[in-house]
């Protein structure tokens, strides 16, 4: 798989070196921003009721709420979804549609009578070079020998589909106990995210499979599944024919591993 180093400061981020400095009293916090860049954090004037803003929390957020300080560690632990981090599906989707494309997707359930289809996202303001250091990263996590999400490949020798593997603590797991051992409400949730094509992205799929587990084992075969046919079924019929030289018509009710795990 690609790895990559991510170096937090109070004003750069350097995904060339390795984590070295926090600053604990930074109050323009970098991760915050980047996150609600990328469009977590807020709702969207989508058509699509009854959405939440999710939460991304930063130095000011835990002053005002918890009167609290903030710690350097807590940036990291942000970073990476955990601490007080809140997301929604949605979100989720749309962050992984502006790391595949560069530019500020916006999410739309239909468009209103009389308005241009083909509006051109503006780009965000991110590093080319981080950008593709991502992609090429989210493409090992499916395609890669020892990819967290490998069984989450599409299968098409021609196509790839790119993504990465999450879980949702529900609650502290202090015993230590994993899967069957816990009650099936205590736990963990199961998350995925993907884009496909890989090399010319068309579409972005978020998946959370409650108390699943494993994002890789049990998210990451349904997302492929939706993929699939959004694939074959591309209205703009951009998704060459070609590079699905086998398997273009999967029976999505016969993948067991997606659907029928032991750890579930």
Same mark, same amino acid.
């Given at each position: ?9 109070? $004003? ?25 860049? /990328? ?23 835990? $002053? @005002? ?26 979100? /989720? ?8 494309t560069g530019r500020k997707i916006m999410p739309?359930?239909?468009? #209103? ?10 780009? @965000? ?28 490949? @599409?299968?098409?020798?021609? /196509? ?24 099936? #409400?205590?736990?963990? $949730? ?20 409650? $108390? ?17 046919? @959004? ?32 750890? /579930?």
């Open positions: 798989m690609a790895k990559s180093a991510i170096e937090w400061t109070d $004003h750069t981020w350097n995904p060339a070196t390795g984590c070295t400095k926090i600053s604990p009293g930074c109050r323009n916090c970098y991760a915050a921003r980047m996150a609600r860049r /990328l469009g977590l954090g807020q709702v969207y004037d989508c058509g699509l009721p009854g959405q939440k803003p999710g939460l991304i929390p930063d130095p000011d957020w835990k $002053h @005002l709420e918890k009167h609290r300080v903030w710690y350097g560690g807590e940036t990291v632990m942000a970073a990476i979804g955990q601490g007080y981090v809140l997301a929604t599906p949605l979100q /989720l989707a749309v962050m992984t549609a502006r790391l595949a739309r359930i239909a468009w #209103k009578a009389g308005e241009q289809r083909r509006l051109q996202a503006p780009p @965000l303001d991110i590093s080319p070079a981080a950008l593709k250091l991502i992609r090429k990263a989210m493409t090992g996590v499916v395609n890669d020998r020892d990819g967290t999400a490998k069984k989450a490949a @599409l299968g098409w020798p021609g /196509l790839q589909m790119a993504g990465k593997t999450g879980t949702s603590q529900v609650r502290a797991n202090r015993a230590g106990r994993r899967g069957r051992a816990m009650e099936w #409400k205590y736990r963990d $949730h199961a998350l995925f995210v993907a884009f496909a094509p890989a090399d010319n992205p068309r579409y972005a799929v978020s998946v959370i499979i409650e $108390h699943g587990g494993s994002g890789g084992k049990v998210a990451g075969p349904v997302a492929r599944d939706i993929m699939k046919m @959004l694939l074959i079924r591309d209205p703009a019929r951009q998704v060459s024919q070609a590079r699905m030289e086998k398997n273009t018509s999967p029976d999505i009710t016969k993948t067991p591993d997606a659907h029928n795990r032991e750890d /579930l």
